[in-house]
């Protein structure tokens, strides 16, 4: 080897430790830097020398991605001269710093990567003074974090080498920063369309060829196919400096534009396929992009524009779920159009279907709901049928699946992440009221599947692409990573007489010469996601009867997009998380599985399926096993009595995901299998995160089938504490409806007085009494909701009070409507139902207990609402705003009734129950976690119940129906049964993006627009409710919509609200943002304005000028006269006062106009019609007079400039002169607007009174008239004496006048009069 072809780490010597043997060319802090991530080794030469005079024995240890070889062939065919540029070292200043080296990529790219793959050694015998060469090889894989792979940064690497010969060594401690390569595209659809060209003309089109990553890269092009390669000169890529440019370097974060341009000079079709090639890693970037252009003899009219963008990107996405893309088109011809539809390209385990948007911006279809069963769902709209698991596990496709057509087809809704096909069977097993929705919305928005849309001339219609990816195989090579689809959305547009004159099919049809076609790149990078779990077997071996056991499941997300997974099992002892779990890319989840066995079971066997809820083709199934075993004798608990979670006997609950702060509810049925009573004893745990209590029903009737003394007082009480809670499903309800202005309030109905349960009595004999399930005025709010009614005295006439006058209080003359009978009632029991011997008060009395058995009947229906309808998961998913305010309105009202039932008494705190003979009593349970001091809140919570039978269980026999049981012992020691308590807890945290609303100045008849943004600073979804203060001036601000609704995790929502102030004065109102599942998370935002008094009158100029040549003379009329224009803005007649200020004033007005020269001016208003007219012919003649505009033409003008602005900028011609006309017209006071002397209906004209000699007027201005009044001044001497000289030379005089309205000394508008006058001798 001779020293020209020496890399340049060949300087480097480094003896060993005891100098036996040296390195040259690794020295002992090693940074390789810039290495490329695309799975090829980087090689780095170095030498090992023998300093002995004998023979050395010397081993190799690698630490790391690294290895070392004797012989490496690529290393032995590079050059000389590429040997000597292949390394570039940055020396150290000191031998104890690190040495940096960079190897040529240029270089590397010719090695081939078979020869690295050979092993490497780890021993070498040198002899005396031998010298070797040696290769070090260094790869750099992927790691398992994916935040520096998303990014494309820098990933750090390490490594160690220690050479050892005997107890001599030599260490080099090596780190690496790799980088992934990555190569983008602009447009990312990679396709460049020239539709309808003309031959002889040029086109254009940007290409951009970006760098994503932090590391250069080289880059290709190359042609790879051409229908035409004549014509293939017709097209030039050329770079900035408009050179021929076929690839080039790219900087770290760069980017190049390449120009391409095609000249036409042949008709029919030109298409050309290039291959784009990142250099630097050719497996992962190599993309192609395709350039096409049709020609034709002439230009074509053009009817369609493509209003949304011209390339469809759909991004990164996650097969199994539905992604959508809309696409507006406008018919700008003046006949309708008919668009025909195809998809050519890359479509393989894609799935397509489209639909129309209604002009309202709502689709054809439902965005699905929120099952718990399937979890959250991105897109979550299903179109027709989609692909499916079948029973046999394989694959149902969908028909049609390469088109997008399905004629006359209705959309029939399903869940995206549903595995099976919609089925009568699995309808049947779908929750009645999820079903019920779906069946509605799609009974609402039932549409058919197109693939021709009809356009109207001059209208805009927007279709829906939408598509799914099906699950790609494990077997797959790219099973788990990113796979880049490019295809294209080719719409052929035609006239409808066209079409319908052809009578040919449509593929005929659409060959025609005056067909314009249109062409939309499209692409999408799907990912399917893999996981992987472990262990594959649970065993939990030998578990006692009441004893908690737990393992962990680990489940690994293989693939580099997100992945969803969810437990499901049926067990009554297992229990794990059971809500969907997303799993990061290339990250790890731990699931526990806990095992509480309750009866002995030597063989216990289950299986947990862990569903891929987006590739049902990778659920797992995991297998437990476990031994039950008794040792404590806590099974004996279930001889006497059950545990049923609701109708399944298990003793654990879980309440699944809870927040911090709120309260969930859960029923436990106890249900007694012996014949004889029980008394059961329950005491709840002390939690360190919360409370647990247990809670039970109040005793309805007693043994003789009446009404408990308790049960009458919570019938009294209930109604009362519902009317005082203002529910939203009513009274707020009704308050807003009658505070907006938009909204029509309800007329109510004529004013009735309470009469007596007798009349009641009497009416029933000849018709049935029913109870109005609302007892406000809004009777449409709670439809399919439960709510109580008020319960009215029976033994006297009360009358309702004035101040809940708006409330439609359920009377006895009311309840006679909306008939159904007491005695077809299942629900009342058959016994008598109060106690009463009298014959003339029976059907009083029946009366009274008919409304007490209602209203406790509707108590245990909302209390059966709250325990199956009370979501700590709020749904995010609606068919409607609608839909979601009522939904927000009811969760608020379930957790009022909470506090209403246990403040009534209807629900007891339960220590000791009760059990009747083979009867079931429920208990409610309820959770309410809290925030603990100082510490963090843990993901989930674990609690206890203790059930303790109170009698000896020697006198209790159980129950069996084929023979007594045999007592079973000394069960005096019969231990505490335990009750598991479960959930999965979180902080729902809500935070809003300005505290502080400033809408500044306004005026009382002024409207301002505003909005509040909602923070979901939290994984789950939020509900929120807003609230105002109840004040005047709370009044005065209306939310638009979404005053109740649900923010996505970490997502945020505008909620725009508008302020229409009825009062001046300062605002400062507080707008309540309450987290409905965090009583403690809500937030305050203060509204602020100054709200002045609005003007009733306009003045256009508060300064008249008079001229300065030749100056005014002392007690001489000015021979100048000013106009002063005044216009009446309201709409009724004003009757205003014009004086000067130095007249007789209010003390508290304003102070009196004097010059420091002792000259003032004072007006006059001349009666010579003749000096006004020639006022006015100055005035039009010197400079053009706006006329007087009211407010509403003002905002007219100032939108039109705002889209003049954007007319010029676009370059518009025809819509910039429509808008300098308006303009015109507005500003002159013409046609559209109001001005001076110009009013609608030609107002009656004003009537001037004069007062005061002329210097003081009185003028009636009609409503919307004004008025040009002439004002000339005379110079007046005040303050000095006659005949003295003034002190200083007077250049200019003031004056001032005051504009008023007659009975409002107020607001005073004032008027400065200004002119030169002589310096004269006073007299």
Not at 489 to 496: A, G, K, P
Not at 1054 to 1072: A, D, R
Not at 1186 to 1201: G, N, Q, V, Y
């Amino acid at each position: 080897m001779t020293d020209n072809g020496l890399p340049a780490n060949y300087s480097l010597l480094h003896p060993s430790a005891e100098q036996r043997f040296s390195v040259r060319g690794l020295p002992p802090r090693l940074h390789l830097d810039r290495i490329y991530m695309n799975g090829l080794h980087a090689l780095v030469p170095f030498w090992l020398t023998n300093e002995t005079g004998s023979e050395l024995e010397i081993s190799l240890s690698t630490q790391g991605p690294l290895k070392i070889q004797q012989h490496n062939p690529n290393w032995s065919a590079v050059s000389a001269a590429q040997r000597k540029t292949y390394l570039d070292v940055a020396p150290a200043a000191s031998a104890d710093e690190e040495v940096s080296m960079v190897c040529s990529a240029t270089i590397q790219r010719e090695f081939s990567e078979i020869f690295n793959q050979l092993d490497g050694e780890e021993q070498l015998v040198l002899e005396a003074h031998e010298s070797v060469e040696l290769v070090l090889l260094f790869i750099a894989h992927s790691k398992g974090s994916t935040s520096d792979v998303q990014s494309y940064e820098y990933v750090p690497f390490s490594g160690r080498i220690v050479f050892q010969a005997d107890t001599d060594t030599y260490t080099v401690k090596l780190r690496a920063s790799a980088c992934k390569s990555v190569l983008d595209m602009d447009p990312p659809t990679s396709r460049i369309y020239v539709d309808d060209c003309v031959i002889g003309r040029t086109y254009e089109r940007v290409l951009c060829v970006r760098n994503m990553s932090a590391i250069g890269l080289d880059w290709t092009m190359t042609v790879v196919e051409t229908t035409d390669s004549e014509s293939l000169s017709s097209l030039q890529l050329l770079d900035s400096n408009m050179q021929e440019s076929t690839g080039g370097h790219l900087n770290a974060r760069s980017d190049m534009r390449v120009l391409v341009r095609y000249t036409a000079h042949a008709t029919g079709e030109f298409l050309c396929r290039f291959l784009i090639e990142n250099s630097n890693d050719p497996a992962n970037n190599t993309r192609y992009w395709v350039f096409r252009a049709r020609v034709s003899q002439r230009q074509k009219p053009r009817r369609i524009e493509l209003l949304s963008d011209p390339d469809i990107s759909f991004g990164n996405c996650t097969s199994g779920v539905w992604y959508s893309r809309d696409i507006s088109f406008k018919n700008i011809s003046d006949t309708p159009v008919l668009l025909r539809f195809r998809v050519e390209g890359n479509t393989a385990g894609v799935t397509m279907r489209t639909a129309i948007r209604a002009d309202n911006g709502s689709l054809p279809f439902e965005y699905g709901t929120s099952d718990s069963a399937q979890g959250p769902m991105p897109f979550e709209a299903a179109f027709s049928r989609r692909p499916s698991l079948g029973e046999d596990g394989i694959s149902e496709s969908v028909a049609a699946t390469d088109e997008i057509i399905s004629e006359g087809g209705s959309t029939e809704v399903a869940p995206a992440d549903d595995s099976t096909p919609p089925s009568e069977g699995a309808r049947t097993t779908e929750s009645g009221r999820r079903f019920a929705a779906r069946a509605r919305a799609v009974h609402q928005h039932k549409t058919a599947m197109f693939d021709e849309l009809l356009i109207k001339p001059g209208s805009v219609r927007t279709m829906v692409l939408a598509l799914v990816g099906n699950p790609a195989s494990s077997a797959s090579v790219s099973a788990g990573q990113f796979g880049r689809q490019s295809f294209t959305l080719f719409c052929e547009c035609s006239t409808v007489a066209n079409v319908q004159n052809a009578q040919l099919p449509p593929s005929a049809a659409s060959n025609e010469r005056n067909v314009e076609r249109l062409s939309i790149p499209c692409t999408v990078n799907m990912c399917t996601p893999f996981v992987r779990v472990s262990p594959a077997l649970l065993d939990f071996g030998s578990v006692d009867v009441g004893t908690l056991k737990s393992l962990d499941l680990q489940v690994e997300n293989l693939s580099q997009v997100a992945a969803v997974v969810q437990c499901k099992l049926e067990s009554k002892v297992i229990t794990c998380t059971r809500t969907p779990i997303t799993i990061a890319p290339l990250q790890t989840v731990t699931v526990r599985v806990d095992i509480y066995p309750r009866r002995i079971n030597a063989r216990y066997r289950k299986q947990i399926i862990v569903r891929n809820i987006h590739n049902r083709f990778n659920d797992n199934v995991i297998e437990v096993r476990s031994t039950h075993v008794d040792r404590r004798r806590v099974a004996y608990h279930n001889m006497f009595y059950h545990t049923l979670v609701p109708n399944n006997e298990q003793n654990f609950v879980d309440f699944g995901p809870v927040p911090v702060n709120s309260r969930s509810m859960r029923k436990i049925n106890l249900q007694n299998v012996c014949r004889c009573p029980l008394n059961v004893e329950v005491v709840a745990d002390t939690a360190e995160f919360g409370t647990v209590s247990v809670l039970t029903a109040v005793k309805l009737y007693d043994e003789d089938g009446y009404l408990t003394e308790e049960s009458h007082q919570v019938a009294r009480r209930l109604p009362l504490l519902e009317r005082q809670a203002a529910m939203h499903s009513s009274i707020e309800k009704f308050k807003e409806r009658t505070a907006g202005n938009s909204e029509s309030v309800p007329v109510r109905p004529e004013s009735r007085s309470l009469r007596s349960c007798a009349e009641l009595a009497s009416e029933s004999s000849h018709a049935s009494v029913t109870l109005q399930p609302d007892m406000f005025i809004d009777k449409s709010i709670e439809q399919g909701h439960v709510c109580l009614i008020p319960f009215m005295s029976s033994r006297r006439n009360v009358a309702l009070p004035a101040s809940l006058d708006y409330l439609d209080v359920a009377s006895v003359s009311y309840l006679h409507k909306h008939v159904v009978r007491i005695q077809e009632q299942n629900t009342l029991p058959k016994a008598p139902l109060f106690k009463s011997e009298e014959t003339t008060t029976k059907n009083h009395s029946v009366g009274i207990t008919a409304v007490k058995n209602e209203v406790l009947e509707r108590a245990s229906q909302i209390l059966d609402e709250i325990v199956e309808k009370l979501d700590m998961a709020p749904q995010t998913l609606f068919s409607s705003p609608e839909d979601e305010d009522a939904y927000v309105r009811r969760q608020v009202d379930l957790h009022k009734y909470i506090d209403l039932l246990i403040e009534s008494g209807f629900l007891q705190p339960a220590q000791k129950i009760e059990l009747p003979p083979l009867g079931t009593r429920p208990i409610i349970v309820v959770l309410q976690p809290a925030e603990a001091a100082d510490k963090p809140t843990p993901a989930r919570f674990d609690a206890n119940l203790y059930f303790r039978l109170e009698d000896r269980p020697s006198h209790l026999q159980p129950y069996t129906e084929s023979a007594q049981a045999v007592p079973f012992g000394d069960v005096d020691q019969l231990p505490v049964r335990r009750f598991l308590i479960q959930a999965a807890l979180f902080n729902s945290e809500l935070e809003i993006g300005q505290k502080n609303i400033n809408v500044g100045n306004m005026q009382v008849d002024e409207s301002s627009r505003k909005y509040l943004v909602i923070q979901n600073r939290s994984e789950a979804p939020l509900m929120y409710a807003i609230r105002k203060t109840g004040s005047i001036a709370s009044g005065d601000i209306r939310f638009v919509n979404n005053r109740y609704g649900v923010v996505r995790g970490f997502d945020s929502r505008k909620v725009v609200f508008v302020f229409s102030p009825s009062l001046n004065g300062v605002y400062n109102e507080q707008i309540s943002i309450a987290n409905v599942l965090n009583a403690r998370g809500g937030k305050y935002a203060t509204l602020k304005a100054a709200v002045r008094r609005p003007s009733k009158f306009y003045i256009r100029s508060l300064r008249l000028d008079f001229a300065a040549d030749p100056p005014l003379a002392l007690n001489q009329l000015s021979a100048e006269v000013q106009l002063l224009a005044i216009k009446n803005m309201t709409a009724k007649t004003r009757r205003l006062v014009i004086k000067p200020l130095h007249a007789p004033f209010p003390a508290d007005g304003p102070p009196t106009a004097v010059d420091q020269a002792g000259v003032v001016l004072e007006a006059q208003f001349p009666e010579d019609t003749s000096l006004a007219a020639k006022a006015a012919t100055e005035m039009s003649s010197s400079a053009h007079i706006a006329p007087i505009l009211d407010r509403e033409t003002e905002e007219k003008i100032e939108s039109l400039e705002q889209k003049l602005k954007i007319a010029i900028r676009k370059n518009r011609p025809e819509k910039i002169e429509k808008y300098r006309s308006k303009l015109a017209k507005l500003r002159s006071g013409g046609k559209g607007g109001k001005s001076t002397g110009q009013c609608e209906a030609n107002p009656a004209a004003a009537q001037i009174q004069r007062l005061a000699d002329n210097t003081q007027l009185a003028v009636e201005l009609p409503p919307g008239s004004d008025i040009s009044i002439p004002v000339a001044v005379v110079a007046r001497s005040v303050g000095e004496a006659t005949g003295q000289q003034s002190q200083e030379p007077v250049e200019t005089a003031r004056g001032m006048l005051a504009v008023h309205e007659e009975k409002d000394n107020d607001n005073v508008k004032v008027v400065t009069l200004t002119a030169s006058v002589a310096n004269k001798r006073i007299y």
